[in-house]
T-cell receptor
Framework: ETGVTQSPTHLIKTRGQQVTLRCSSQSGHNTVSWYQQALGQGPQFIFQYYREEENGRGNFPPRFSGLQFPNYSSELNVNALELDDSALYLC?????????????FGPGTRLTVT | RKEVEQDPGPFNVPEGATVAFNCTYSNSASQSFFWYRQDCRKEPKLLMSVYSSGNEDGRFTAQLNRASQYISLLIRDSKLSDSATYLCAVTLGGRATGRRALTFGSGTRLQVQP
């Protein structure tokens, strides 16, 4: 196990609603990244947080927002949910080890928007 | 053209076979490379980082070819338990904003048959 945890595991929401997903990083890891994985696709980068600041963002609209807390845990918030937001949401934690940033994923939150 | 491309497969191989996957990337500035394994409806698990000199971990060997911009994964003596989707991922590397985001391919499905 990676030590990265996410909650909830599954969620069903209605179009237009808002959702908050949570992630606890592996002990000692100061960077959290969020990814969206649609069925049959590889994960797509949403954004990354390093020491409580956004440290890069993928091609996602502003209704996708996030936070990182002093203990390095993180939240992903999605407003005005759309049907296409149905996906597996993954968070990954990492830290600098000898110049590489291996990312370790949590089990994910499966979001269904109806 | 996708930034990271993989043959989706499936690769159907008998137990004990050797199988190889390639993954091409388009950004010549990419610095870090990884192979992940993903079981159905689970999170990606880091299989190995790929170093310039190539690296081996048991039955798994990864190679990097910067000139042709591809990475490869070789699995020897395939086991039934190797059946999964194999995702390659690249990053630009370094500490600057956004350079540590993973860009994934869509994955190659491997089915090892008895």
């Amino acid at each position: 196990e990676t030590g990265v945890t996410q909650s909830p595991t599954h969620l069903i929401k209605t179009r237009g609603q808002q959702v908050t997903l949570r992630c606890s990083s592996q002990s000692g890891h100061n960077t959290v990244s969020w990814y969206q994985q649609a069925l049959g696709q590889g994960p797509q980068f949403i954004f990354q947080y390093y020491r409580e600041e956004e440290n890069g963002r993928g091609n996602f609209p502003p209704r996708f927002s996030g936070l990182q807390f002093p203990n390095y845990s993180s939240e992903l918030n999605v407003n005005a949910l759309e049907l296409d937001d149905s996906a597996l949401y993954l968070c990954a934690s990492s830290t600098n080890f000898q110049g590489t940033y291996e990312q370790y994923f949590g089990p994910g939150t499966r979001l269904t928007v109806t | 053209r996708k930034e990271v491309e993989q043959d989706p497969g499936p690769f159907n191989v008998p137990e004990g076979a050797t199988v190889a996957f390639n993954c091409t990337y388009s950004n010549s500035a990419s610095q870090s490379f990884f192979w992940y394994r993903q079981d159905c409806r689970k999170e990606p698990k880091l299989l190995m980082s790929v170093y310039s000199s190539g690296n081996e971990d048991g039955r798994f060997t990864a190679q990097l070819n910067r000139a042709s911009q591809y990475i490869s994964l070789l699995i020897r003596d395939s086991k039934l338990s190797d059946s999964a989707t194999y995702l390659c991922a690249v990053t630009l590397g370094g500490r600057a904003t956004g350079r540590r985001a993973l860009t994934f391919g869509s994955g190659t499905r491997l089915q090892v048959q008895p």
